[in-house]
């Protein structure tokens, strides 16, 4: 059986030797990770669209050079990123104070304890505890935040988090240890 990663390094060498049909299959693939990725840094949907689809010319373009090094998914993400960063400074605009908007919340599906307690009670503090959650990503610096978003909403690996950020693993060992020791404390500070 083959990985994910198997099969998308035969789609871009396939690619890689002018059959563009490949490359099509790569983006239907990854093409809702890629915009709810942008639609992070943008809240326009026709923008998030045209600069999700931005990033896949210049991946498209970019792919000869690619070398494997990283997963396909992984190189992606890191275009898709710069692409999404690059837009907004194109259009004079600093990125928003946040990776995850709050109205996110319902996309992500709550655990199934929280599923079990299903009184209005319950609810009413899950919807604060989400909000208290969302509001202490928010206030996290950059750096903290894409780490803990690619970790916790993306289930991306240490390793592929250093890739994406182009840092050592360590570094985003921390960076996620420190996002979580600010969250934890606004959670805690809030409960009081």
């Known amino acids: 059986m083959t990985s994910a990663r198997e099969t998308d390094q035969r789609l871009v060498e396939r690619v890689q030797k002018g059959d563009k049909r490949a490359f099509d299959l790569l983006v239907k693939k990854y093409q809702h990770k890629i915009i709810a990725l942008v639609g992070r840094y943008i809240q326009d949907q026709h923008e998030m669209q045209d600069v999700a689809q931005e990033a896949f010319i210049k991946a498209y373009r970019a792919l000869g050079n690619f070398r494997a090094e990283s997963a396909f998914y992984t190189w992606m993400y890191r275009i898709a990123i710069n692409t ?34 299903d009184t209005p009670e319950a609810n009413l503090m899950r919807d604060q505890l989400e909000e208290r959650i969302f509001a202490a990503i928010k206030a996290l610096p950059d750096d903290l935040k894409t780490a803990i978003s690619l970790r916790e909403f993306d289930g991306m690996s240490y390793e592929e988090i250093a890739e994406v950020m182009q840092c050592p693993v360590g570094t985003v060992r921390s960076r996620i240890f420190r996002a979580r020791e600010a969250i934890d404390k606004v959670i805690e500070d809030s409960g009081r």
């Not at 907004?88 to 655990?111: K, N």
């Open 84 to 117: 999404a960063k690059n837009h907004l400074v194109a259009r004079s605009r600093r990125p928003p104070g946040t990776d995850v908007d709050i109205g996110d919340a319902e996309i992500y599906s709550p655990s199934p304890q929280m599923k079990e307690a």
